[in-house]
């Protein structure tokens, strides 16, 4: 991993990125000192060119930034960091310096979609109807498609796997909702079994 600091006066800029939402956080710049102490402590250090020294992301707040990877552009003058933050990244107290307080990808826009539906009362829409008729024939919907999931999975034929797993994630938003839950309070579970 070798990175031109010549480039641009000894500092090269860093995108930071959240490692599980891939959400952007923030741009900072490193010099080579900072670039390997970072490396060395697995805590994103920033060159801080206001303060003219190195400045460990955190260091006074205590939200630091865990390094999980390191990658360098193209050219070798940029650095994209992934790292999972302790909290809010931007000073302000949101998640990401560019006021974007979510980047969650397309199962979180297709929730959205579901919930406008519901919420819309949508009285053409599959998903409201089958959200109206309750909880149990939520329920049961995921069953059936868990069970042809399964089937599918026991064959040869990919794109029928493919299309029932979509099925059963639709669902399970369905059923979601009909519990008032949402993927990121699953998500939060998952992160702290991770734990």
Known sequence: ?????????????????????????????????????????????????????????????????????IQIDCDNDTILIKAIPDGPTCHTGSKSCFKEETSKGFLYELEQTINKRIDDDDANSYTNKLFKSGINKVAQKVGEEAVELIIEAKDENTDLFKNEAADLLFHYLILLKAKGQTLESIEQVLEQRKK
């Not at 490692?19 to 923030?26: A, D, E, H, S």
């Open 1 to 69: 991993m070798t990175i031109d600091f010549n480039k641009s006066n000894g500092l090269v800029p860093v995108i930071i990125q959240n490692n599980n939402t891939f959400q952007v956080l923030m741009l900072g710049y490193m010099n080579e000192e900072a670039f390997e102490k970072t490396k060395k402590e697995g805590k994103v250090t920033f060159f801080s060119r206001s303060k003219n020294r190195l400045w460990t992301k955190g260091e006074k707040s205590g939200n630091f930034l865990e390094v999980k990877n």
